[in-house]
């Protein structure tokens, strides 16, 4: 338990036993340990150095024990100067090895191909861990596990890390049973999320130093792409940013279903038809049966006046129902 802090197992085993003596000579607590007296006299020196015991100015000298719970605080709060100190330096050989890379590309060391489904998912994962800023993600079947099975652990960490996520979503993902609620959920825990019909592929990018694709477009991707910064990199960034720009906002959406003035439909279609999705894929994503997605876009065209879906979509955008 005490290795966590620096602490060794024999030096965490002694201050134990000191702590269960209350003040101890080192010969005492020598034979409490099984150790030599010699053993157990550097081991205290150790224990004082690191904070966990004070030597009494006594004769013959005796030690007492700090109390756990301020020496583990110390300790504690120690190693959390450590790991900052660490992540700073770290920080910045990251940023000298970009600027490095951006000077002098190695072109073999550009492109990694990340093979097997565990790895990719171990590289997803990864992306997530070490972004500093954002994650931006094309999201679209087919997927490796259902991806209704989040880990809710993510989101609360990411949000604890100022850690922003953007991601797109195809139609097609929205069908999955269960799916459009678990978006909703994660947009209650930060995520800005969109809808566009044009999301060519998935993808995920981490800041803006990489990228993972998968190399298949429709098998489900047990290998992928990791692409670090590069002229590539610069392109997918683009590439996410434009359909960013042209997707619909599931916060619109929500207000669409909100607006009093609106006709008598669900927010949800509203927004799935300005995504492009067709008849069936609005059907499957808000369980509803095709003629019933027919008669709402109907009865939208007839209270806008459209004489074509085009017509009444236009007239949506119009209106600011989405």
């Not at 991601?167 to 969109?194: C, F, K, M, N, T």
């Not at 996410?240 to 619909?248: P, Q, T, Y």
Request: proline letters at 5%; aromatic letters at 4%.
């Amino acid at each position: 338990m005490w290795e966590a802090v620096g602490i060794s197992g024999v030096d965490a085993l002694a201050y134990e036993a000191l702590v269960r003596r209350g003040r101890s000579e080192a010969e005492t607590l020598a034979a409490d340990i099984a150790l030599s007296r010699g053993q157990t006299s550097r081991i205290l020196g150790r224990l004082v150095e690191r904070g966990l015991a004070t030597r009494l100015p006594v004769s013959p000298v005796q030690y007492v024990a700090v109390p756990p719970d301020a020496a583990a605080s110390s300790l504690i709060a120690e190693r959390q100067r450590e790991l900052m100190q660490l992540r700073a330096h770290a920080q910045q050989l990251a940023t000298e090895q970009a600027a490095l890379d951006r000077d002098t590309p190695d072109p073999a060391s550009l492109i990694e191909i990340v093979d097997g489904a565990v790895n990719v998912q171990n590289a997803v994962i990864r992306l997530q861990r070490t972004a500093q800023r954002q994650i931006r993600a094309l999201d679209m079947p087919p997927y490796l596990d259902h991806p209704v099975a989040g880990n809710p652990e993510q989101f609360s960490q990411a949000e604890q890390r100022g850690l922003v996520y953007r991601v797109v979503y195809h139609p097609s993902a929205l069908e999955i049973p269960g799916r459009l609620d678990d978006v909703w959920r994660r947009i209650q825990h930060g995520e800005r999320a969109r809808v566009s019909g044009h999301v060519p592929m998935k993808m995920v990018l981490c800041d803006d130093q990489l990228a993972l694709i998968p190399i298949s477009r429709r098998a489900v991707a047990d290998a992928a792409y990791l692409v670090r910064p590069s002229s590539m990199l610069d392109a997918f960034s683009e590439l996410f940013e434009a359909i960013w720009d042209r997707a619909v906002s599931f916060n619109r959406i929500k207000r669409a279903g909100m607006q009093a003035d609106q006709p008598a439909v669900a927010g949800e279609l509203l927004g799935l038809l300005a995504t492009g999705a067709t008849d069936e894929t609005i059907a499957r994503t808000l369980g509803w049966s095709v003629r019933t997605v027919h008669r709402h876009i109907h009865k939208m065209m007839a209270e806008t006046g459209a004489e074509t879906r085009f017509q009444a979509g236009m007239e949506v955008v119009r209106r600011g129902w989405v």
